[in-house]
């Protein structure tokens, strides 16, 4: 298995919905990374994870909430998010934390109204 | 301070065109990657390079590290060669992605 999975595909959500966006893989590797992307521009880092720790958080919102329960999975909670938030969110991961073998996920796309 | 420019950043060609877009980079790094990005779509990663030069299909990237640049080209564009191709580098101080603007790429047949 060589993939970054990522679920829902599509996703609408209300301010005041709670939510959560899936990323898995099983491809051994132990750095984890959520991304944002706007349209028609290049994608933002927002969270990485290595070795299941949180190494960097690029000051974004407490309305964003990341998880990392195992080395396979990443979770991106969703919480009182506003309709600017709405973004395609990429997760990618890699072997380790130099970045080789970095593969991404297809992506979820976030509508908030 | 690191950066990534990509250029051009708007291409249109005619199918059966070579194309070449190119990507320059401000300080070392341990790779970079050419990424394709269909409109509404996810990431999908053409190459990584840290030498040299690798061809996959009709698709050929290069990298002259002396000089920080890297070339993506496409040999006998097709229509289906239609989206934004991002030239991504991590640069040697750790293990982030730094992404170029993109190049929008349109192939009309």
């Known amino acids: 298995d060589t993939e970054v999975t990522q679920t829902p595909k599509h996703l609408v959500m209300g301010m005041t919905n709670k939510k959560s966006l899936k990323c898995e893989q099983h491809?051994?590797?132990?750095?984890m990374y959520w991304y944002k992307q706007k349209a028609k521009k290049p994608p933002e880092l927002m969270f990485v994870?290595?070795?299941?720790?949180?190494?960097i958080n690029e000051s974004v919102p407490s309305r964003f909430s990341p998880e990392c329960p195992n080395s396979s999975l990443l979770n991106l909670h969703l919480h009182a998010l506003q309709p600017e938030d709405s973004a395609l969110y990429l997760c990618?991961?890699?072997?380790?934390?130099?970045?080789?073998?970095?593969?991404f996920g297809s992506g979820t796309r976030l509508t908030v109204v | 301070k690191n950066e990534v420019e990509q250029s051009p950043q708007n291409l249109t060609a005619q199918e059966g065109e070579f194309i070449t877009i190119n990507c320059s980079y401000s300080?070392?790094?341990?790779?970079l990657h050419w990424l394709q990005q269909h409109p509404g779509g996810g990431i999908v990663s053409l190459f990584m390079?840290?030498?040299g030069k690798k061809k996959h299909g009709r698709l050929i990237a290069t990298i002259n590290i002396q000089e920080k640049h890297s070339s993506l080209h496409i040999t006998a564009s097709h229509p289906r060669d239609s989206a934004v191709y991002i030239c991504?580098?991590?640069?040697?101080?750790?293990?982030?992605?730094?992404f170029g603007t993109g190049t929008s790429l349109t192939v009309i047949p």
């Open positions: 990618a991961s890699s072997q380790d934390h130099r970045a080789n073998g970095y593969t």
């Open positions: 300080v070392g790094i341990s790779a």
């Open positions: 994870y290595s070795y299941e720790k949180l190494s």
């Open positions: 390079l840290s030498s």
């Open positions: 991504a580098v991590n640069f040697n101080t750790g293990n982030q992605f730094y």
């Open positions: 491809m051994g590797h132990r750095a």
